[in-house]
């Protein structure tokens, strides 16, 4: 079948999501959608099913089962600014195509990117790569980002000072910082685009790309929204169990349905596999970490 036509996508082309300060993203051009995950399914599956109803059975299918080339059908091209420091994490993801402004060959604009007071705050004390929850008190936050501005604007005149006696673009740049906006385009197919937002919406990833992440995926919706939900339901939100989690799992349930007095209980607290208490009976596959991890996944219903 010829072209695919997706009319909440063509209502957004060109259109700018702004993020952080001073960035944005702008979905530049896509092929494809959730009719195209579907023909390329039915080509390798013949034909089969057709209404929209089975349509989206078959995409769900595809993606549980990890049939994930139909995916690739989708390519989805981003023009993104973005400061150089969520840059870097970006860029390793290598399945994408990158076209990036070149500091050698235009001067850089002065952008920089100035976090919000809310945003700054203390190293974590449990996660060595990470802010803590909480930001500074403002007084003190203000403090940091006045620091920061001051630095930026250091930084810049340097800069077009060098640029001014005529030093080589490519040297002049050299002690810009991290917090400069840099702009690409980026072109990604679905596939490889839930492999990213997997990765960068989770919390473990750094604030500042999961805005980002968070802008694209709304994005994609528009383009594959069947595809973006059946991501979301089975991969985004769903939590994987190790053959010993799982085990635990069907111990907790089994000594949960052989409860005599199971069907007059109320208090959800009383049910071990709810409760994360370990059941009274019977040996636990997992101890120690595991265990706790375990107990965490179940309460949180995060992947760790
Ligand atoms: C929260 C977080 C913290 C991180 N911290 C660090 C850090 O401290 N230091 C650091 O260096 N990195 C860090 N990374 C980057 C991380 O290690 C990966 O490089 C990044 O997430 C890209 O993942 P990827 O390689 O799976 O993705 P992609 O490059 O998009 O690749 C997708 C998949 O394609 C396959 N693939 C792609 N290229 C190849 C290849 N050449 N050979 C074989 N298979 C290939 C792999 O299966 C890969 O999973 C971090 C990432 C996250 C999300």
Redesign the pocket.
């Known amino acids: 079948m010829a072209h695919c036509v997706v009319s909440k996508a063509e209502a957004i082309l060109d259109k700018e999501f702004p993020v952080l300060d001073k960035g944005f993203v702008r979905l530049v051009d896509y092929l494809g959608g959730d009719e195209r995950v579907v023909q390329a399914a039915r080509v390798s599956y013949g034909a089969g099913t057709r209404n929209y109803r089975e349509d989206a059975g078959l995409i769900d299918y595809l993606l549980r089962h990890h049939h994930t080339s139909p995916f690739e059908q989708v390519v989805l091209t981003f023009h993104v600014k973005l400061p150089i420091f969520v840059a870097r994490?970006w860029i390793?993801?290598?399945?994408?195509r990158v076209n990036e402004l070149s500091g050698r060959y235009s001067v850089m604009k002065d952008d920089f990117y100035l976090p919000e007071a809310g945003d700054v705050a203390l190293q974590s004390d449990d996660n060595k790569?990470g802010r803590r929850e909480e930001a500074l008190e403002a007084g003190e936050a203000e403090k940091v980002r006045s620091a920061f501005e001051q630095g930026q604007r250091e930084s810049y005149k340097n800069y077009l000072g060098l640029v001014d006696r005529g030093i080589a673009r490519e040297l002049a740049r050299i002690n810009l910082p991290l917090s400069l906006y840099t702009e690409w385009y980026w072109q990604?197919d679905l596939h490889?685009l839930f492999?990213?937002l997997k990765?960068?919406l989770?919390s473990?990833?750094?604030k500042e790309i999961r805005l980002y992440a968070r802008v694209i995926f709304d994005i994609a919706r528009n383009v594959a929204p069947r595809c973006c939900e059946s991501f979301e339901r089975h991969i985004l939100e769903a939590v994987s169990f190790s053959q010993d989690e799982f085990a635990e799992l069907k111990r907790r349930l089994a000594a949960r349905s052989a409860k005599p007095d199971n069907s007059n209980t109320t208090d959800d607290n009383a049910d071990p596999a709810l409760s994360g208490k370990p059941p009274l009976s019977g040996k636990t596959p997992l101890s120690g970490k595991s265990l706790e991890r375990f107990e965490v996944k179940l309460n949180t219903g995060k992947q760790l």
């Open positions: 994490q390793r993801h290598r399945t994408a790569q990604i490889n492999h990213f990765l960068r989770d473990h990833a750094q």
